[in-house]
């Protein structure tokens, strides 16, 4: 159990390497933790709360199990689940694998990157955008 700050990338790659499941009960919001893509990445299944962006990354007993924001009970019974289960661990450390992969590869997030800013210069008829073109 790692609770707390990691002081270094090298700690953090430890940690989830040698973790048999990765968990972010997170109760405020969350947008796009890298934490979630890093155990996807290193075949980790997870157990995420339904806050935030969370979900987006986890689909329930696809990629991972969501528990109910600030539900200890659910938090606890995903973990036992997962400890308890063997194939189900392995399906959704494989499935999380392969999403990552299909979805958040880097070619995959330059590309799409690359193609919204095209999309975004395009609507501007290939002129500079200003703050003042976008600010309220």
Known sequence: VIKGKLDSQ????????GALVFTAPSEGFENMPYTILEAMAHAKP???SDTGGLTEFVEHRQT??????????????ALLTLLSDDQLRKDLSMNAYQACRRQYAIEMTTSATLS??????????????HMDDIAP
């Open 116 to 129: 919204f800013y095209r999309d975004v210069v395009q609507m501007q008829g290939g002129r500079a955008i």
């Open 46 to 48: 997870i157990v995420v």
């Open 64 to 77: 991972g199990l969501v528990h109910k924001t600030g539900c200890s009970r659910g938090l606890a019974e």
């Open 10 to 17: 090298d700690e953090c790659m430890v940690g989830i390497k």
